[in-house]
């Protein structure tokens, strides 16, 4: 076991995502019987429109997403349509779907270096997004933590963000 940088000590928990076979179906469900509320209605996203990649490659993948912020953090529901991604991947071994990953968030200009470490530390990119409101990497963390690992560099308009969705609840 490794020592933990301390970089990866300014990490904050910000986001458990399950990956389901029926988004609407799991929103209703954390909506009406557990009180987890604000869910808008599910986006359409494209991995190819994201820059979203796959194990280094460009690939076509779409899905739906929704999310929430609920007692700290944001509770994330992704329902993958077509084409390969982690998403796809996920729910072909878990066709009754569940955590997929959890993601942790700091500043952008310290995503670099939290991702490099993480790297260094032997863990294999699965998937990374440059967006205008974060730059994400998905690590296999799946041996280790039984989910993938999301570092989130969040961008300034990404903080605006974020506040405009934890303040909704």
Do not use: C
Request: hydrophobic content about 40%.
């Amino acid at each position: 076991m490794h020592a933990m940088p301390s970089m990866l000590a300014k990490l904050e928990f910000a986001q458990v995502g399950w990956v389901v076979p029926d988004i609407r179906k799991a929103a209703d469900f954390l909506s009406k019987t557990l009180g987890t509320t604000g869910f808008p209605p599910p986006e359409h996203f494209r991995a190819q429109d994201l820059g979203m990649t796959y194990y280094g490659r460009n690939v076509a993948a779409d899905w739906l997403t929704t999310q929430t912020y609920n007692g700290g953090a944001f509770i994330e529901l992704i329902q993958p349509l077509t084409g390969q991604s982690m998403f796809h991947d996920y729910l072909a071994r878990h066709p009754e779907g569940g955590t997929q990953h959890m993601a942790f968030r700091l500043p952008v200009s310290e995503f670099g270096q939290v991702a490099g470490e993480l790297r260094a530390q032997g863990f294999a990119v699965i998937s990374e997004v440059d967006h205008p409101i974060a730059r994400m990497a998905f690590f296999d963390t799946y041996q280790t933590l039984g989910v993938a690992t999301e570092i989130m560099g969040i961008t300034p308009e990404g903080w605006e963000a974020v506040r405009q969705m934890e303040g909704k609840r």
